[in-house]
């Protein structure tokens, strides 16, 4: 797992980390160290925490983010975007929105 790379990338301490996730400081030094593995709920936890996939967690994604795909691989941008946390993903969302109002917007004259 990469708990000690994303935790350090984010200048945050294991006892912070513990706190934000309900967690003893042991508990958390037991996953970061590998001496023990947390459960599917916990995993979940720790992604949504550090804003990331499970996979990247598990070093199963070579990228933190999870977005970084190639543009013409719809189904890659989809996949990606409903393993984002809820929050980011209603963020995503509302972006999205804005932007295709915009684009139907007629456009400005800006002449006067």
């Given at each position: ?13 294991q006892?912070q980390a513990?706190n ?6 042991r508990?958390?030094?037991?996953y970061?160290?590998e ?10 936890k ?15 994604e ?9 543009e ?17 993903r209603?963020c995503?969302?509302?972006?999205l929105r804005?932007?295709g109002?915009?684009?139907?917007a ?7």
């Open positions: 797992m990469r708990l000690k790379e994303i935790r350090k990338s984010k200048n945050i301490s006892e513990a934000a996730l309900g967690i003893s400081v508990a958390y030094q037991n970061e160290y001496q023990r593995e947390p459960n599917i709920e916990m995993i979940n720790l992604a949504d925490f550090y804003g990331v996939t499970t996979d990247y967690l598990l070093g199963r070579p990228l933190q983010n999870p977005l970084a795909v190639c013409k691989d719809e189904a890659a941008v989809i996949e990606k975007y409903l393993s984002l946390p809820s929050e980011t209603k995503t969302l509302n972006v804005q932007l109002e915009t684009m139907q007629p456009p400005q004259d800006n002449k006067k």
